[in-house]
Structure formats: C-alpha cells, structure tokens
C-alpha cells in the first residue's frame, strides 16, 4: 500500500503563478523526497528533508515538513511551462533500514504559457 | 557520471513470452532497485540489492519475475509467461548506499503485453 497522499491530484496554473502540492502519510519517517517525472521518462530527485527539519530551499522550490501533521508541501515559486510533469512525494520509513521509499501516487502538473 | 541506462526503452511481447529487462547503474553505486509504475501511479517496489546480493522481494511480486546482479553491476530483470496486466514501465534506480539517498533513475523500460 502506497502511504503517501498526494494533494491535489491535478493542478493547472498559469506561468509565472506559484504551485503548491501537499503530500501526507501515516508512519514515521526519516526523512521525505520530492521527485519530478516528465512523461514517459524516469523520476528526477528534487530535494530532501530530513525530520529534524522543517523547511529546505533549492532554487524555486521550497519544501516544508510537518511532523506533528505527517504532511509536507513543495512550492514552486515562478512557474515555467518547464516545470510541468508529475510531482512525487516518497517517504523513508523509520525503522532499521532496509530503505524503501514509500511512494504517493503523484500530482500532475500543468503550467499554460 | 553517465547516469542510470536501462535497455531497451520499450518491449512489445505477446502474452506467454518471456522479457529480459537490463539495468546499467552509476558505476560506484552500491544499491540498485526495481520498480513498476502504472499510468497515473507512483512507483511500486519490486525488489533491491546491496552489490551482488538481493536484499528484499515486495510479497506482491508472483514468482514468474526474477532479477539478478550477477557481479554487483549491472541488473537484469526477468518476466516469464507474461500477462497483459504486467504491462507497465519498469524503472530502476541506484543510490550509493542506504546512507545516501537519493534515489537516481533510468529512463525505464516500457512493457506492453498483447
């Protein structure tokens, strides 16, 4: 079973607005990725944050965990037609490691020029 | 760093007929994973090594697929007497080692089975 939860499903906004998606599960974890996928192609790591963490930056993107709430948002500041793909939320499960990343079934993403 | 290559890009078989899937890693890789994606899907785990060695088999998977990494390189995955609902993009994906995400990707293999 997936545990994580992508939201929303679909998004489409225009170019140059702000995306944001919200990813939650349901077990602890250690930590939490976002990944990009562009149809037909394989998933592209955008950044990773731990559970002692609350917030990362990497370029336009900003991620923020809450643990208390088992959630996670990704934002995308400026968005180009570029960004639209598929966006994935994967946890990894704390417990003594086999690391398997726990997958969400992913929010595509539409930017219209 | 060439990245993750996974050959071929795309497998047309008929139902009953055995595929072959093959995975070249990033060469100082230690791990190396399978998944399956359907359409509209995250990736589901199949199976994983730690160099030569497979470490774990999702329970979900029927025993007609096996994987291999003969010398702790490159992978193979194989499907025997396939089914039309094994149709789907198998990725796979290496890490340095379970300290040292992230996952990197190949281009997957694209299975339709008629």
């Known amino acids: 079973s997936q545990q994580g939860e992508e939201d929303p499903q679909a998004l489409s906004i225009q170019e140059g607005e702000n995306a944001t998606m919200n990813c939650s599960y349901k077990?602890?974890?250690?930590?939490l990725q976002w990944y990009r996928q562009n149809s037909g192609r394989g998933l592209v790591h955008l950044i990773l944050i731990r559970s002692n963490e609350r917030e990362k930056h990497s370029g336009r993107l900003r991620v923020t965990l809450d643990t208390s709430k088992k959630s996670s948002s990704l934002l995308i500041t400026a968005s180009r037609a570029a960004d639209t793909a598929s966006y994935f939320c994967a946890t990894e499960l704390a417990r003594d490691s086999n690391y398997q990343l726990i997958w969400g079934a992913g929010t595509k993403l539409i930017i219209k020029p | 760093d060439t990245g993750v290559s996974q050959n071929p890009r795309h497998k047309i078989t008929k139902r009953g007929q055995n595929v072959t899937f093959r995975c070249d890693p990033i060469s100082e890789h230690n791990r190396l994973y399978w998944y399956r994606q359907t359409l509209g899907q995250g990736p589901e785990f199949l199976t994983y090594?730690?160099?030569?060695?497979?470490?774990?088999k999702s329970r979900l998977l029927s025993d007609r697929f096996s994987a291999e990494r003969p010398k702790g390189s490159f992978s193979t995955l194989e499907i025997q007497r396939t089914e039309q609902g094994d149709s789907a993009m198998y990725l796979c994906a290496s890490s340095l080692d379970d300290r040292n995400p992230p996952l990197h990707f190949g281009n997957g293999t694209r299975l339709t089975v008629t």
């Open positions: 077990t602890s974890i250690n930590n």
């Open positions: 090594f730690q160099n030569e060695a497979q470490l774990e």
